[in-house]
């Protein structure tokens, strides 16, 4: 099995800055990607960025140029650098991976238990 564990939200006012972090644990072989996802209450979860092994990442248009993405694959772990924040990306943070936990395993999706951020004054 696979852990992921976020850490990093909470309280900002807008124009603020965050940092979320995210660390995979357990078995795991290879990890193919590794995302940023949020969620509000009564909407599907949505992604938010991605980036690849080869380090190739894409973002949601309402984040381009505030947030960035990034990866250590050798650690396991992802981060969400969110600068310029607005009330309207208040959300639960889930990141996700898609990892392998063994040579020749099908790649399978984990997710984490999710961070709240908060953009208010």
């Known amino acids: 099995q696979v852990q992921l564990v976020e850490s990093g939200g909470g309280l900002v006012q807008p124009g603020g800055s965050l940092r979320l972090s995210c660390v995979a644990s357990?078995?795991?072989?290879?990890?193919?990607?590794m995302d940023w996802f949020r969620q509000t209450p009564g909407n599907e979860r949505e992604l938010v960025a991605t980036i690849t092994k080869d380090g190739y990442t894409l973002y949601t248009e309402s984040v381009k140029g505030r947030f960035t993405i990034s990866g250590d694959y050798a650690l396991n772990a992802v981060y969400l650098q969110m600068n310029s924040l607005k009330p309207e990306d208040t959300a639960v943070y889930y990141c996700g991976v898609r990892a392998q936990s063994q040579s020749g395993d099908l790649y399978e999706n984990y997710w984490g238990q999710g961070t709240q951020v908060t953009v208010s004054s």
């Open positions: 357990g078995k795991i072989f290879s990890i193919s990607n």
